[in-house]
């Protein structure tokens, strides 16, 4: 176990797990549960200082012990001092703030300093203003396992150039703007996987309710397929983690399930629901990226349309209590999975947190398609949350089709009036469906107050295939 010793004589015997440590951010405010293990029947005296308490535990036959501690309003630093048999020794340089943990696949485990000839946009300006002693990261490295493991293997760094270049980029963005946003220490937790599937981040239990995922938990399954085996990262990389406490979540997921996304909002949403009923602190926030467009045709997936899945992403709001979606259909590349746009994706994470979390008032927000009605060949298109009005980032658009009851979709003219959005085409007399940028590759052109609309669809014909892909590429396989 990738742990913390405490103590520096034969007898010392209490050990924390690695997010236990030195320069470590707890959230503020809160009851705090810190565990590790120590001697079968060692007496463990935890003191607090910012509250001159103490706290009293015996560790357990097999040596596990747990002490549950009041934490106080955003500061620091402090140090947590551990006494057993005589010594005293302690965690130093601790704050007292804002967690959060960040998690999913590449585009969240991408880094400041990019993958190999794939750069993050900004990032040598970033790294060169980055330090903050309060903002603090800790990045968890890979780990796959069929059995929940007991730690995780990382370390807490407060934030400057070698830590953040180091870091994932998204999280950093997210929580840089919450540190400015809100005037207190935050804390980042970022524990994802390139490639990863949503499956792997579940437990086996969760998965019985989609007949679907068929793939067997062995071990010839886990080596074959690592982060793309179900259940592999929630053992390997979260389930250790599980009951630090924390304010919420962000998650950035969801290219590794376009060859299967016709179940992926269920699925999604009964992950969402796991992992809250583990933490055990109710619904707590949960915000994620809609993935951005990329031409998925490169890596031979040409038979799949991921704005299916970036649909399922969209419907996951409604399954998904206090949670939304940050929309990145601007910021997508065509010829690369990993956009490096990765201040967007941080800073409208942090714009959900700070409205929905925070209370934060006169934040723009995301609108998304409510309802189409037809008057003879012209489709009237309106929208939820736009009470600033839609409109074309350039002034028109050539991403709106329509179709009529042949479901033959043709390029439409569109047009914005006080809210709504008219479409129609002179190859379709009597529409009866609109798709706006439901498509591979696209760049999202409809925004409201400075932000992308999601792609949607009017209708539900499906189009998808009848079975996954069974290649992958390492399209999103850092080196």
Known sequence: MACILLGMTAHATVKLPSFFADNMVLQQQTDVRIWGTADPGEKIIVLTPWDKRSYSVTARKDGYFEVTIKTPQAGGPYNILFRSQGRTVGLRNVLFGEVWICSGQSNMEMQMKGFKAQPVEGATEELMQCQDAQLRLYYAKRRVSLTPVDDLMGTWRAADAASVRDFSAAAYFFGKALRKA????????????????????????????????????????????????????????????????????????????????????????????????????????????????????????????????????????????????????????????????????????????????????????????????????????????????VYFENGTSQNFEVAGADRVFHPAEAWVSRNHVYVKSAAVKHPVAVRYAFKDWTVGDLMHDGLPVSSFRTDDWESLPLTPSNGKGDYNEPR
């Open 182 to 389: 809100l005037g207190v220490p935050v804390g980042l937790i970022c524990t994802a996987y390139g490639g990863a599937a949503c499956e792997a981040w579940m437990k086996a239990d969760w998965l019985k309710a989609f007949p679907k995922v068929t793939r067997e938990l062995n071990e010839a399954n886990l080596n074959k397929y690592k982060q793309r085996c179900p259940v592999s990262l929630y053992n390997g990389q979260l389930a250790p983690i599980i009951g630090y406490a924390i304010r919420g979540a962000i998650w950035y997921q969801g290219e590794d399930n376009v060859d299967r996304s016709d179940f992926y909002a269920p699925l999604f949403a009964r992950m969402v629901e796991g992992w809250r009923e583990e933490w055990k602190q109710g619904d707590f926030p949960f915000y994620y990226c809609q993935i951005a467009p990329y031409d998925y045709s490169i890596i031979g997936w040409q038979q799949y349309n991921s704005a299916f899945l970036r649909e399922q992403q969209l419907k996951a709001e409604a399954l998904i209590p206090n949670s939304r979606m940050a929309v990145l259909m601007d910021t997508g590349l065509e010829k690369g999975i990993h956009p490096r746009k990765k201040r967007q994706a941080g800073e409208r994470l942090a714009l959900l947190a700070l409205s929905n979390t925070y209370g934060m008032k006169g934040l723009p927000d995301f609108a998304a398609y409510k309802d189409v009605t037809f008057q003879g060949d012209t489709a009237i298109v309106s929208f939820d949350r736009s009470k600033e009005w």
